[in-house]
């Protein structure tokens, strides 16, 4: 339940920081240009430090969701997740901003004009330099911005290894593809481990479904084997060099598979270092069973989708 539970969390506090993200933009930039009216610098600097302290409040409170979403990141998926990261706002930067802000003067003069002025759409110097400055500290805001689209795509790197499954889900039977969606969740909780052993798992009840098959459709060769007295190494072998149903490609990532399988399931060797390769482990895993369950299905005489049967 850990990745709905955080899941719900974690969609929480973006929309919330995306909310502020807006506010922000509307309240303290797109109404800038209504702020920071003055007529010499004493009072600039009275106008200058009353906003500071309104968006350095906002601004806090944007960042200190960002914690919480790294945070939040970090601890459902691991420190070293291909999930984006967010980075908190440069208020430093947003208030050298305000302070180096200059030019409110001199004003549109005259009553027709005090409306335009006061909402900073003429062209005088002190519209133009609110517009200029509210634009400084948007930029500031656009980083963040950039960064919650990218963690929207980013989220497709929890299930990477997968995509040759999910490209082709129809061609697996329901039994195949939930042990697959098993291996998902633990991946997607940063349990490389035991979603590689999921899959080294499946691929060896899969082999061996095979052999069943073809011994009750008749090979000599397997005659005389009792096909539950194998282990993995002699399925793999039965079906490369006995029977040539595997090419030497797919047999010797087999054995790789099979290796990185044992290690991650009883826990031995070095599994910081092997943690790494897990991708590979599961991307190969996936296309060694989508050949194996082809030839399964076919064997057993099911409905076999036309994208399949070309496969041989």
């Excluded at 302070?99 to 027709?112: I, Q």
């Excluded at 129809?170 to 998902?184: A, D």
Aim: a positive charge; charged letters at 30%; aromatic letters at 8%.
């Amino acid at each position: 339940m850990i990745k709905l539970k955080y899941s719900i969390i974690w969609g929480a506090i973006l929309e919330e920081i995306k909310i502020l993200l807006d506010q922000t933009d509307e309240m303290y930039l797109g109404l800038f240009v209504n702020s920071l009216r003055y007529d010499n610098e004493v009072q600039g600097k009275e106008e200058k430090k009353k906003y500071l302290s309104s968006l350095k409040n906002q601004i806090e409170k944007i960042n200190k969701k960002v914690k919480s979403f790294n945070e939040i990141r970090k601890f459902a998926f691991g420190e070293k997740n291909k999930l984006t990261k967010l980075s908190p706002i440069n208020f430093p930067r947003m208030r050298e901003i305000v302070t180096k802000h200059k030019g409110d003067y001199p004003r549109e003069k005259g009553l027709a004009n005090f409306t335009e002025e006061l909402l900073g759409t003429t062209d005088s110097a002190s519209s133009l330099a609110r517009k200029h400055t509210a634009l400084l500290l948007r930029n500031n805001l656009a980083p963040l911005r950039t960064e919650l689209g990218r963690f929207v795509e980013s989220i497709k790197t929890l299930e990477e290894p997968y995509q040759e499954f999910y490209k082709n889900e129809k061609k697996y039977r329901k039994i195949v593809s939930n042990e697959i969606e098993k291996s998902v969740i633990c991946y997607s909780v940063d349990l490389k481990g035991e979603a590689v052993f999921i899959i080294g798992r499946l691929l060896e009840n899969l082999c061996a479904e095979w052999l069943l098959l073809l011994k009750r459709q008749g090979s000599s060769q397997l005659n005389a084997i009792n096909i539950e007295d194998l282990d993995f190494d002699q399925k793999l072998n039965r079906l490369h060099y006995n029977l040539k149903k595997m090419s030497p490609s797919q047999f010797s990532k087999a054995m790789a598979l099979k290796w990185d399988r044992n290690t991650f399931g009883h826990k031995i060797g070095k599994l910081n270092e092997l943690s790494k390769d897990a991708d590979s482990n599961i991307k190969t895993g996936i296309n060694l069973i989508t050949f194996v369950e082809s030839k399964v299905v076919r064997k057993s005489g099911e409905v076999v989708p036309k994208s399949i049967k070309k496969t041989d």
